[in-house]
């Protein structure tokens, strides 16, 4: 991975933040690979950086982080805590009294890197707005005993049923065994508020639901998911997550959330061929998502179309 790496008192500095302990092993040994160290992390946060800030900034961001590695004790953290980096930032959102996690500047991955955060959970809003609906994400996420290919079907019935509403879906994997279908939306006169848009994204996924529900469920309950996907529409809230595009996780072979194509999503596909490693490499050729910006749509009018006079 390219790096800006500097000695600072005989510790690396990624980005402008010191990196303690550059060689805890956050990741360990895993298929026939070595382990990966928090300096590997942070150097991987400078390579995919700028590409990572524009779905970041702006957004309150909840992290995973693993002080101890995959394998110790684990948290998430949504607030901005004392003595944390300068290179965060603190934003109030409601009547919330602590500061939320935000990340505005891309050396700021550094100094999440520095804190062993494996994992960045973005909220969904539109950037500067906590409050306002600024893309929609399903999770489709699988049954154990479901075949992957199905999720991948799954994925792209979903991308057909909002492009026949006007949508345009982006299609990532999650780091594990799921897929996510993001959608972003644009500025309209009619602004929806959040609880109308988790409304079109719940009734989105029930239609579906009831089309195949041999294939599918809304129901999050792990024991009536046999054989299903489960349409995980719950993302779609005011202080919602989902892990951000090309976000590690926290898995064994440190596993990232990779951006597709839709050509790449078809059979064949393995999540488990974007990792901390590869996904460098992999992106410097990639076209993926190159048009998210384009793809935004207002949600008014798809939401009127699916949901009638409720949505308007």
């Not at 092993?25 to 992390?41: H, N, Q, Y």
């Not at 524009?54 to 805590?81: D, N, V, W």
Request: net charge positive; with cysteine; charged share 25%.
């Amino acid at each position: 991975m390219p790096s800006s790496s500097s000695a600072a008192k005989g510790k690396p500095v990624v980005m402008g933040a010191t990196i303690s302990h550059p060689d805890k092993v956050l990741w360990p040994k895993s298929g026939g690979e070595g382990p990966l160290t928090k300096l590997d992390l942070a150097h991987y946060y400078e390579a995919m950086g700028e590409w990572m800030m524009r779905h970041l900034k702006g957004r309150p961001c909840s992290i995973l982080r693993c002080p101890e590695g995959i394998t110790g004790e684990r948290f998430f953290q949504r607030h901005l805590a004392a003595g944390m980096s300068k290179l965060l930032v603190g934003v109030k959102v409601g009547d919330e009294p602590k500061p939320y996690l935000q990340v505005d500047r891309v050396e700021g991955l550094a100094a999440l890197a520095q804190t062993a955060a494996l994992e960045l959970h973005p909220w969904n809003c539109r950037p500067g707005e906590p409050e306002v609906p600024g893309r929609l994400v399903f999770d489709l996420d699988p049954a154990p005993d479901v075949a992957f290919a199905a999720v991948i079907e799954a994925a792209r019935e979903l991308r057909d049923r909002l492009e026949k509403l006007g949508l345009v879906g982006f299609c990532k994997t999650t780091g594990g065994k799921g897929l996510h279908v993001t959608v972003p939306l644009a500025k309209s006169r009619k602004e929806l508020d959040w609880a109308q848009a988790k409304a079109f994204a719940r009734e989105l996924c029930n239609r579906m639901a009831t089309d195949s529900p041999e294939r599918y469920l809304i129901n999050m309950s792990k024991a009536k998911r046999d054989g299903r996907i489960f349409l995980d529409y719950l993302r779609n809230d005011v202080t919602s997550t989902a892990v951000a595009p090309l976000s590690p996780r926290a898995r064994e072979g440190a596993t990232v959330s990779m951006p597709l194509t839709w050509p790449q999503v078809k059979a064949g596909l393995d999540p488990k061929d974007y990792t901390l490693r590869t996904v460098p490499r992999l992106m410097a050729r990639s076209k993926a998502w190159q048009d998210y910006d384009e793809g935004a749509r207002p949600l008014a009018a798809a939401a009127k179309q699916l949901l009638g006079k409720a949505a308007a």
